[in-house]
């Protein structure tokens, strides 16, 4: 029975999501084409059938992953981002978390069209982080410069935000030190945006 486009195009985007998800929980290098499809419900034949090659379905599931953490943090303000972020449960959740946290590394090995999905990606976020703290009605002389110190806090928070919780991860998941890292970037991340102007 052939496939209907709609429902070829409900497929594609499973198998993006669930790539997404695993490539997050084991790194791009940890699943196979087969593992990846097996997991989706499908047979690894079909795969060359909606993708050219693995390093087409790593850019567009890191497209998607980002846009998750791009939306998440669209909706929260930048403490509430931190503590979201660099909380217990987004450490332990790599599959669900965030894109970058988890692959960013990786991604720095990987071929241009997924490092320019991270670009992308991390773009976005800064554009979420940013709206947090921009006004519409912020216009006339100096605003160039005011919206110049909003992006560099944006990418300032990100920045340590991500940092944080790879450390955190890189440490055994019973490890006190794990807990450690996230609570004292947290609390002195908040300390700084609670003082920013």
């Avoid at 669209?74 to 503590?83: C, H």
């Avoid at 987004?90 to 320019?116: E, F, I, N, Y």
């Amino acid at each position: 029975m052939k496939t209907s486009k709609a429902q070829a195009q409900d497929n594609r985007a499973h198998v993006v999501q669930t790539a997404s998800a695993l490539f997050r929980e084991r790194g791009y290098d940890g699943v196979s084409v087969a593992e990846l499809m097996a997991a989706a419900g499908f047979t690894h034949g079909g795969f060359y059938k909606q993708f050219r090659s693995k390093a087409d379905l790593m850019a567009e599931s890191a497209a998607c992953g980002m846009a998750q953490t791009a939306a998440l943090a669209a909706g929260m303000d930048r403490p509430a981002f931190v503590r979201s972020y660099l909380s217990r449960a987004h450490r332990d959740t790599r599959a669900a978390g965030c894109t970058m946290a988890a692959l960013g590394a990786d991604a720095a090995r990987q071929p241009k069209a997924v490092r320019a999905a991270f670009a992308e990606g991390i773009e976005h976020l800064l554009q979420a982080l940013e709206k947090e703290v921009s006004a519409p009605e912020q216009t006339g002389p100096g605003v160039a410069g005011e919206m110049g110190e909003v992006r560099a806090h944006a990418i300032d928070t990100l920045a340590h935000a991500v940092g944080a919780l790879v450390l955190s991860r890189a440490c055994p998941d019973d490890s006190p030190l794990a807990d450690e890292i996230l609570s004292v970037c947290r609390d002195r991340m908040l300390q700084r945006l609670a003082a920013a102007p």
